[in-house]
């Protein structure tokens, strides 16, 4: 089987990217890939900690490989580390790379000439799912998810924080696509199958940053007595 790593948003397609690559059997899944805001600690666009982005790779039982990035971030700093994290994943073993992108083309476009000259083939699990279905799909298979990140221009920004369930897939506008792929909305998957257990988690604070409205999520302290 070829040993690919995953591309690791923190988000809902990213997750359900690694249990259909699971489900296929064609793939070694050898670890989760994931850029880092270094200034923040935090996973960039989504805002996810690192400590619950490990606390995910911990539950998938999978290494979580970190690529650093400056803050402020041009294009050329993200491609030179892209490129970096490349390199090593090939030195380390590795074919292929894949990305939970569902049918945006210019993304996948820019994706597969990033990997080209790196000997690693990019893979695409569940692109071209119609995104109802697959919406509906992945929570009745038991994913758990929250709002943590909302384009106040696309979706109003009482969406922030709130549980990506069969509700709130009911009170999106029409114009919203249901798994947010526009860049309406982002995620933090917490649970389901691609999880060995549920991760502990609590809402924080809400923000409104660089024109899009935040939800803080934070590990839940265990109380005892």
């Known amino acids: 089987m070829k040993k ?20 296929q059997g064609e793939y070694d899944v050898g670890g989760l890939l994931t850029t ?42 993200y491609e030179a580390a892209w490129l970096g994290a490349c390199d090593q994943a090939a030195e380390d073993g590795f074919s292929a790379i894949a990305f939970g992108d569902l049918f945006l083309q210019d993304i996948r476009t820019y994706r597969e000439k990033q990997l080209q000259g790196t000997g690693l083939e990019p893979i ?17 298979a038991g994913l ?6 909302v384009d106040p221009r696309k979706l109003d920004s009482s969406f ?20 947010g792929e526009n860049g309406e909305f982002h995620t933090f998957a917490y649970a389901g199958p691609m999880f060995q257990k549920e991760l502990p988690i609590v809402t924080g604070d809400r923000v409104e940053r660089d024109g899009f409205s935040f939800c803080d999520m934070r590990q839940a302290k265990a109380t005892g007595c």
Not at 124 to 140: C, N, S, V, Y
Request: aromatic share 6%; proline share 8%.
């Open 4 to 23: 690919v790593l995953l591309s690791w948003s923190s988000g809902k397609d990213s997750a359900w990217a690694l249990h259909v690559l699971r489900q």
């Open 36 to 77: 880092i805001n270094s200034t923040f600690d935090r996973v960039a666009m989504h805002s996810t900690r690192r400590e619950l982005v490990a606390m995910q790779a911990e539950s998938a039982g999978l290494p979580l490989i970190t690529v650093p990035l400056p803050w402020p971030c041009s294009n050329q700093d």
């Open 124 to 140: 695409f699990p569940i692109w071209g799912r119609a995104t109802d279905k697959l919406a509906h799909g992945m929570i009745e």
């Open 144 to 149: 758990k998810a929250r709002l943590v990140c």
């Open 160 to 179: 922030v924080g709130r549980e990506y369930d069969l509700q709130l897939l009911g009170e999106l506008p029409p114009a919203v696509d249901p798994c």
